[in-house]
Structures are given as C-alpha cells and as structure tokens.
C-alpha cells in the first residue's frame, strides 16, 4: 500500500509544526529591475545624471527663490523709479549761475521717530530724497531734532533771527548785531545777493510736521525776546547765615584760644575754666552740644527741560498779534512721508513695506521733485477731520468733533500716528515736552499763508515719457545747452 504523503523533495525544509504541509511556495512572478544607464548625451559631455529634486527640495528652493526674486524686482524698480524723477529736474542743474548770487537753497526737517533713534530718519533721507535734490543741482540746510521738542524749538529760533534782522525786538548793540549776523553782513559787503525765488520747505514724518507747525506758530504770533519768568508769590530767598546766642560758632573759638593764649604768657591771669567759650577741640567733638540737630537735606532738583520753554501756547494764539514782517508766502513747503513701525508682531507689516518700497520711492520722488521744480504750489485746503489712533478728538481743539472740517495741515500724514510706539501716548515727565500727542491748533492768519509744492500735469507726462523711454534726458539737455 502506497504512503498517502510522499516525503518532501531534497533541499527543502518541513512545514513548521501546527501548520499543514499542503501550501507550497509559489514562483516569484515579479519582473526584474532594469539597471539605471545615464543619458549617452550628458555622459559624453561629462554631466551628471539629471534627476528631479525631492519634496523638501522643491518646497526650500520655491520658497527662497520666490523672496529673493521679489527682492530684486523691488530692487530694480526701485532703482528705475528713483532714476525718473532724477532725470526729471537734471536740467536745472545745468543752468547757468551768476557768481554774485548763492544758489537756491532748500531746509530739510528731520526728527527721530518715535521709539527709535535719529539714524533711521537720517538714512530715510539719503536713501529716497537726497538723490533728487543732488540731480536738480539744489542746496539744502538739515534742521534735526533727537527728542521730542528739538524740532519746534529750533524752527521757532529761526524765525526769530529773522524778526531781529528785520529790526523788531528789543534795542541791540551794534557789536552783538555784528556777531547774530556776521555771514549776512559779509554777503552784503561782497554783493552777494540770495536767490531770487522761493525756498521752500521739505518737513519729513508726521511727528516733524507737528513740531514744524508749532515753531511757526511760535516764531510768528510769539514775543522777539524771551518773556521773563516772574517768580511764584511765596518764595523766599535765601537769608545770610547768623549765629545764634547759646550754640558754638567758629568765630567763638578763635577768641577762646587768643584769650588762652593771652593768659598763658601771663602767670598771674587766673584760668579760664568757666568761661562760656568753647575750643574748636570741643566743637569737633559729636559730644559738645546734645541740642545741635543735624542739617536738613536739600531739596531735590528738579529736571531741566532739553529746550527753553515756549514763549506762546497754543491757547494763546487767537489773542497774539502778527509780526509785520511776516511774509505772504510761508514756505511752501511739503510733508513727505515717512512710514516707520516697531515691534515683533508687526514683521509681517515690515516685510510687505520691504518688498514694495518702490511704491514709496514713487511717491516721496514726486514730492521731492515738485520742490526741486517750484513750477506749482497752492493753498492748504479744508478737510475732514479724521482722528487717528491714540489721539482722542477731545484733544484737538481746532476741529472740535470728529468728522467736522478743518485745516489741512491738521490732517496731513495723520495715519502714521497709528504705527507709534506705545510708549509715545503715555503721560510726560516733568520737563518734557509733548508736541507729538497735543492736538494741532492753526491759525487762520498762519494758515492762508501757508502754501504747498504740486506737481504740474506737464511735469508729470514728462516724468512718464522719461520712464517708458520716450524721451531721452541727455539729448534734451545739450539741446538746451547749445540753444
């Protein structure tokens, strides 16, 4: 009788206990691997072997090259922009001069932002406006402040001069006048007149804007010379020391020892045990007199403002008189933006304004240009009031509610105070100033003088042919040269 299950092939092994021996491994059926051969073009030309990159790699590179061709496209228009508008006022540049005139000159209003430091508003104006004014052949005077209230005071001072100059004020000496204006005097004695023109004015940044308008506020309603200071009822000056009968004074001392001395060349003078007198040994000593209470301390010093006080507040305005030689022109000037924001949470803000400062570029060459030209100014307009953040409408007593009309310069860059600091809406310290969170008071005689640089329509088609390279500026140039 035959054995039902034959014994299994040699050179394989027996099913594993508890498992039945009737599965049997079935052939493998998978196809073999093709071995990777490089493309024969690359391998003779000695490159690699191209292969796509993996996940990671691809999302890496599409990150960094999507920012750093944003950075360079900014970068490039950015350059292009400035460019335009440079070229739009090079032909004033080469215009002739006359020897006996001094070139027109612009006053450049810079103050550290808020929270931060000189620096940034320094490199805000070399990097957007420096390179239009150096196009357009144009001199400028910087007037900077550090802190809060540099700007006001300094503007305030410049006015001032003027006023002295002109001949209001008190009397001065014929010597201090030669000192308060020696260039100017030197200027006339030489025949060296100054431009015949306007000047103007480029104020940058909100927080310089409200100083500025506060400085000619002050300059032009406010006394030539600093007010006196009258002294509060009730203070004392300081009495000259005196010695009080009964305590030790130096000057008791001396006489004791003379009178020792005295009765010492003396043998029959009796000894002065009690007398009244003390020695300078006794008064040194802490033991002499219990009833001697020690000096009080001093009162402590209060803080000394940065800048003198202003001679006119702003209440005051309504009731001031004018100066006559107020011009009927102020400026013009132009308040150019300056966008500035702090703090960790704000870098998504930071990195959008990073990667479009061309916008910004456009926008401060436009205003710098309409200066540099001076082709076009007008008046400051009515506007609607609107109340920027940390500035209740309570404050600002020129507009009353919020929504009302008001001065335009009331309102100009207004949205920046929405990106101060914090710390810039808290209370004062004694001393300091606090220009940039008062509400702006203007006056209507200030006001209407007040004027304001624009752009022509004709400069402004000519700045778009310049870009989309229509018209060439070189060409103009020696055209206007040789004509």
């Keep these: 009788m035959a054995d039902p299950q034959p014994p299994p092939p040699t050179g394989t092994l027996p099913p594993a206990a508890g498992t039945?021996?009737?599965?049997?491994?079935?052939?493998?059926?998978a196809a073999p691997r093709r071995p990777v051969t490089d493309n024969p073009a690359l391998r003779m030309m000695g490159l690699p072997?191209?292969?796509?990159?993996?996940?990671?790699?691809?999302?890496?590179?599409?990150?960094?090259?999507?920012?750093?061709?944003?950075?360079?496209?900014?970068?490039?228009?950015?350059?292009?922009?400035?460019?335009?508008?440079?070229?739009?006022?090079?032909?004033i540049a080469a215009e002739p001069l006359s020897t006996k005139q001094m070139p027109r000159r612009l006053t450049i209003y810079l103050a550290?932002?808020?929270?931060?430091?000189?620096?940034?508003?320094?490199?805000?104006?070399?990097?957007?406006?420096?390179?239009?004014l150096v196009a357009g052949g144009v001199d400028w005077d910087v007037v900077e402040g550090r802190k809060e209230g540099d700007v006001r005071h300094k503007t305030a001072e410049r006015i001032r001069r003027k006023r002295k100059r002109a001949g209001e004020g008190g009397v001065v000496e014929q010597e201090e006048l030669e000192k308060l204006f020696a260039v100017e005097l030197m200027r006339e004695r030489?025949?060296?007149?100054?431009?015949?023109?306007?000047a103007g004015d480029l104020v940058v940044g909100r927080n310089t804007w409200k100083e500025y308008v506060r400085g000619l506020h002050e300059g032009w309603l406010g006394p030539v010379d600093a007010p006196v200071v009258v002294e509060a009822e009730?203070?004392?000056?300081?009495?000259?020391?005196?010695?009080t009968s009964g305590n030790?004074?130096?000057?008791?001392?001396a006489v004791s020892a003379a009178a020792k001395a005295v009765q010492g060349s003396t043998p029959d003078s009796p000894a002065p045990?009690?007398?009244?007198?003390?020695?300078?040994?006794?008064?040194?000593?802490?033991?002499?007199?219990?009833?001697?209470?020690?000096?009080?301390?001093?009162?402590?010093?209060?803080?000394?403002?940065?800048?003198?006080?202003?001679?006119?507040t702003p209440s005051e305005y309504a009731t001031a008189t004018l100066s006559s030689s107020v011009p009927e022109i102020i400026g013009p000037s132009t308040a150019i933006s300056f966008p500035h924001i702090l703090g960790f949470r704000n870098t998504p803000i930071r990195m959008y304004r990073f990667l479009t400062r061309r916008r910004q570029a456009d926008d401060i060459g436009r205003q710098v240009a309409a200066a540099v030209l001076a082709s076009s100014y007008r008046s400051f307009d009515t506007t609607v009031a609107a109340t920027a953040a940390g500035e209740e409408s309570a404050a600002s007593t020129?507009?009353?509610?919020?929504?009302?009309?008001?001065?335009?310069?009331?309102?100009?860059?207004?949205?920046?105070?929405?990106?101060?600091?914090?710390?810039?809406?808290?209370?004062?310290?004694?001393?300091?100033?606090?220009?940039?969170?008062?509400?702006?008071?203007?006056?209507?005689r200030l006001a209407s003088r007040m004027k304001m640089f624009e752009l022509t329509s004709e400069d402004e088609g000519r700045a778009q042919r310049i870009a989309a390279g229509v018209e060439k500026v070189g060409k103009v140039m020696e055209a206007e040269v040789e004509g």
């Design 398 to 444: 020129n507009a009353g509610a919020e929504g009302r009309s008001v001065p335009e310069q009331t309102q100009t860059l207004i949205g920046e105070e929405r990106n101060w600091w914090k710390t810039v809406h808290q209370p004062r310290k004694e001393g300091e100033e606090s220009v940039w969170i008062e509400g702006m008071v203007v006056d209507e």
């Design 20 to 29: 039945s021996g009737v599965t049997a491994s079935a052939p493998s059926t």
């Design 190 to 198: 030489n025949g060296s007149g100054e431009f015949e023109g306007v």
């Design 112 to 132: 550290a932002p808020p929270g931060d430091g000189l620096r940034s508003a320094r490199e805000h104006f070399h990097e957007y406006i420096k390179p239009v």
């Design 273 to 312: 045990s009690d007398s009244p007198l003390t020695t300078i040994d006794e008064i040194q000593s802490p033991q002499a007199d219990p009833a001697v209470t020690p000096e009080e301390p001093l009162p402590e010093e209060k803080p000394k403002p940065r800048n003198p006080p202003a001679y006119i």
């Design 234 to 243: 009730g203070s004392t000056a300081l009495e000259p020391a005196t010695h």
């Design 248 to 253: 030790p004074s130096l000057g008791d001392a």
């Design 49 to 91: 072997r191209l292969r796509l990159p993996s996940r990671n790699w691809s999302i890496f590179l599409a990150l960094t090259g999507s920012f750093a061709s944003a950075v360079f496209y900014d970068k490039w228009q950015t350059r292009r922009t400035k460019q335009k508008w440079a070229d739009l006022v090079s032909h």
